[in-house]
């Protein structure tokens, strides 16, 4: 049976593990040639990958205006003609991009432009509405994000959106946002067995939030695979805040640090990847993590999770007393 987990206090129900549409974006590019995205893409691979999502139980995809300046949203849109009543839909607003050019331009918070790009997602999406509308800008001050309010508030009531969130990796702003915002449903931060936020999964539990975790696989660290990344990844030539890779390989200090964890996470015949999907399935009741995909293949071993179900508790201890380790240890990277 498929696990299904709830978007906090809107009442929508999702599946366990959803998937998360940044790499089918394919590339974006910043002004100064960083790459933004994860590289040329099969974008009828990625249609294949999606109804084979749909196949083993997927019901929610969380995309971006901004992933491939507009392109994962026509993908997803295109997959899932159809198949819109069965599947809940999220997406993102606030970056600005150039859709002919694929490149970003900067960031707009006013609510003006949240209805504009509402208007555009759901042109692209092919739909008339989406499930969850996303602030996407992490650093906003409180109370700008505020000023959004009143205008996601009439999107609810006019039935173009059914809830909305902050992806936003700060408790407190998030907390402050929750407090204020009747519809706000879920929060979407950086959350993996490598890097834990106790503080803001206590956050989503106190307003009754879902912890929509972003960055699950730690952007592929957390994975048996590897494969070239070229100067087109993000990953390939990775920003400052992407601390995973450097020079296109895993960061030495990370690897170790995955290396520790592997038995754990694989005791009970999992691979690496279904592990620490599991095990953020374990840490909270909250939890839907969000694995990027390019392939079938990826999709279908990262929904075995929905039948495995969360990492045992012998595991997930075990995992635990590692971390615990290395904390206390002073081990590995902050």
Same mark, same amino acid.
């Given at each position: 049976?498929?696990?299904?987990?709830?978007?906090?206090?809107? &009442?929508?129900?999702?599946?366990?593990?959803g998937l998360g549409c940044w790499a089918i974006g394919g590339p974006l590019w910043g002004d100064d040639g960083q790459p933004l995205g994860w590289g040329e893409v099969d974008d009828n691979e990625s249609v294949r990958a999606i109804h084979a999502a749909l196949d083993h139980g997927a019901t929610f995809?969380?995309?971006?205006?901004?992933? @491939?300046?507009?392109?994962?949203?026509?993908?997803? &849109?295109?997959?899932?003609?159809?198949?819109?009543?069965?599947?809940?839909?999220?997406?993102?607003?606030?970056?600005?991009?150039?859709?002919?050019?694929?490149?970003?331009?900067?960031?707009?918070?006013?609510?003006?432009?949240?209805?504009?790009?509402?208007?555009?997602?759901?042109?692209? /999406?092919?739909?008339?509405?989406?499930?969850?509308?996303? /602030?996407?800008?992490? %650093?906003?001050?409180?109370?700008?994000?505020?000023?959004?309010?009143?205008?996601?508030?009439a999107e609810v009531t006019k039935g173009t959106i059914r809830a909305y969130g902050w992806s936003t990796d700060d408790p407190a702003s998030a907390a402050a946002f929750a407090a204020a915002a009747p519809h706000c449903a879920t929060i979407q931060h950086d959350q993996s067995v490598l890097r834990d936020?106790?503080?803001?999964?206590?956050?989503?539990?106190?307003? %009754? /939030?879902?912890?929509?975790?972003? @960055?699950?696989?730690?952007? &592929?660290?957390?994975?048996?695979?590897?494969?070239?990344? @070229?100067?087109?990844?993000?990953?390939?030539?990775?920003?400052?805040?992407?601390?995973?890779?450097?020079?296109?390989?895993?960061?030495?200090?990370?690897?170790?640090?995955?290396?520790?964890?592997?038995?754990?996470?694989?005791? %009970?015949?999992?691979?690496?990847?279904?592990?620490?999907? &599991?095990?953020?399935?374990?840490?909270?009741?909250?939890?839907?993590?969000?694995?990027?995909?390019?392939?079938?293949?990826?999709?279908?071993?990262?929904?075995?999770?929905?039948?495995? @179900?969360?990492?045992?508790?012998?595991?997930?201890?075990?995992?635990?007393?590692?971390?615990?380790?290395?904390?206390?240890?002073?081990?590995?990277?902050?």
């Amino acid at each position: 049976m498929t696990i299904t987990r709830l978007l906090g206090r809107s &009442g929508i129900k999702v599946s366990a593990i959803g998937l998360g549409c940044w790499a089918i974006g394919g590339p974006l590019w910043g002004d100064d040639g960083q790459p933004l995205g994860w590289g040329e893409v099969d974008d009828n691979e990625s249609v294949r990958a999606i109804h084979a999502a749909l196949d083993h139980g997927a019901t929610f995809f969380d995309t971006a205006s901004n992933y @491939g300046a507009g392109h994962s949203e026509r993908v997803l &849109g295109r997959a899932l003609a159809g198949r819109r009543d069965g599947v809940v839909i999220a997406t993102k607003f606030g970056y600005t991009t150039d859709e002919a050019t694929r490149r970003a331009l900067g960031t707009d918070h006013s609510p003006a432009y949240a209805v504009e790009s509402l208007q555009t997602s759901l042109r692209r /999406l092919g739909t008339d509405h989406v499930d969850l509308f996303q /602030l996407h800008l992490g %650093d906003l001050p409180p109370a700008v994000a505020l000023d959004l309010v009143d205008t996601l508030e009439a999107e609810v009531t006019k039935g173009t959106i059914r809830a909305y969130g902050w992806s936003t990796d700060d408790p407190a702003s998030a907390a402050a946002f929750a407090a204020a915002a009747p519809h706000c449903a879920t929060i979407q931060h950086d959350q993996s067995v490598l890097r834990d936020n106790a503080e803001m999964l206590a956050v989503c539990a106190a307003h %009754d /939030l879902a912890s929509i975790n972003r @960055g699950p696989l730690a952007m &592929g660290l957390l994975t048996a695979t590897t494969r070239s990344l @070229g100067d087109d990844d993000v990953r390939g030539r990775a920003p400052q805040w992407l601390s995973w890779f450097t020079d296109g390989q895993p960061t030495p200090e990370w690897a170790e640090r995955v290396a520790r964890v592997r038995a754990a996470l694989t005791a %009970d015949g999992r691979t690496l990847a279904q592990g620490a999907l &599991g095990w953020l399935l374990a840490r909270s009741p909250r939890t839907v993590p969000i694995p990027g995909f390019r392939t079938v293949r990826q999709v279908e071993e990262n929904l075995g999770v929905l039948a495995l @179900g969360p990492l045992p508790d012998d595991a997930f201890a075990e995992v635990e007393r590692i971390l615990a380790e290395l904390r206390s240890a002073g081990d590995g990277p902050a």
